[in-house]
């Protein structure tokens, strides 16, 4: 009958033995394509006529010459976490779950864009069909749908824990841990409160910087055109042929619909959300800091604080990479749940 506990508390951090196998599995899929990203990122690097020094300097300032044909810095920072998260996930922490179902949902986003690309416009097919290149990023993208798919699946099931009813349990078996039934201690559900409430505002910063963009005389493409109006910008966020195959405007869209999300999954004391929240911070902790280094590396920072928008551009970042190292920290610092 002993058996019929979840165990003690220590052993909340790992997943259990009904679901150990899929983190395995997930763990070492995840670490794998995160390798052959490197790769990939590697051959970006190569080919563009840059060395190992100016990708080294690209990782901190986005000023350096340094032109990515598919790999932006989030998914610099993506790739990182889905090393560190399928290392953990491989270990059987139960804390990758979140961590990699959001990854996973990213994957299949990127994927889909490229596939939606290749589907309407044959110029775009025929760009990629005759390119080393093109055929590279046709075969890593279509990995990343088969790794994202298998991972959603995958830990969507991991989280579906059999329930012991309390009346199954003898009555000198140790207290039950509070992910096995009952709500969230105080503590638990409060630090939780506090990162996902950080998570919504950074992401509420993004949306209200999105707004703005959408709403100037010309909306501009990073590597596209001038003005694509609202209509281009979503197309691009959806559709490769439309501009480019570098998903920034994809992950101007994501990174601000995410943070909504894992926020409210973190208010809502779900037990994803605690992984979802910490690999979201990690990404937008580089992505920001990324950016306030651009602000201050010229000593012009003066300059920014001359007109409103540069004002709200600084303050704003300062802002979100604060509320990004508080969601981490206070996470890091939760049980798991």
Request: hydrophobic residues 50%; aromatic residues 8%.
């Amino acid at each position: 009958m002993a058996m019929l506990h979840h165990g003690t508390h220590g052993d909340l951090n790992r997943a259990g033995p009904e679901s150990s196998a899929a983190y395995l599995r997930t763990g070492l899929a995840v670490g794998l394509y995160a390798v052959a990203g490197a790769g990939w990122l590697g051959y970006e690097v190569e080919a563009s006529g840059a060395d190992a020094g100016d990708f080294l300097t690209a990782l901190y300032d986005p000023r350096a010459p340094l032109t990515p044909w598919a790999l932006t810095p989030h998914d610099w920072a993506l790739l990182a976490a889905a090393l560190v998260f399928g290392g953990l996930a491989f270990a059987r922490r139960r804390v990758a779950r979140g961590a990699l179902t959001l990854l996973a949902v990213l994957l299949i986003g990127l994927a889909l864009r490229e596939l939606v690309g290749l589907a309407v416009s044959s110029d775009h097919r025929a760009v990629l069909e005759r390119s080393h290149y093109g055929q590279l990023l046709s075969a890593f993208r279509a990995t990343g749908l088969l790794v994202g798919v298998a991972t959603l699946i995958a830990m969507t099931r991991a989280g579906r824990r059999s329930l012991i009813p309390k009346s199954y349990v003898p009555y000198d078996a140790p207290p039950a841990p509070y992910s096995a039934y009952g709500p969230l201690p105080t503590a638990a559900r409060r630090r939780l409160t506090v990162a996902g409430a950080c998570l919504l505002l950074s992401g509420a910063v993004a949306v209200a910087w999105l707004i703005h963009r959408l709403t100037r005389a010309q909306v501009f493409l990073v590597g596209g055109s001038p003005d694509a109006g609202v209509g281009g910008f979503f197309r691009d966020a959806v559709d490769a042929s439309y501009s480019t195959s570098i998903p920034y405007t994809f992950h101007t869209v994501a990174f601000a619909l995410a943070p909504l999300a894992v926020g409210a999954l973190l208010v809502a004391g779900r037990p994803a959300g605690r992984g979802a929240g910490l690999a979201l911070a990690f990404v937008l902790l580089y992505v920001d800091g990324r950016g306030l280094y651009a602000f201050v590396a010229d000593d012009a920072l003066d300059l920014y604080f001359d007109s409103t928008l540069g004002t709200l551009a600084v303050l704003s970042t300062a802002v979100t990479t604060v509320l990004s190292l508080v969601t981490a920290a206070v996470l890091l610092g939760a049980e798991e749940t």
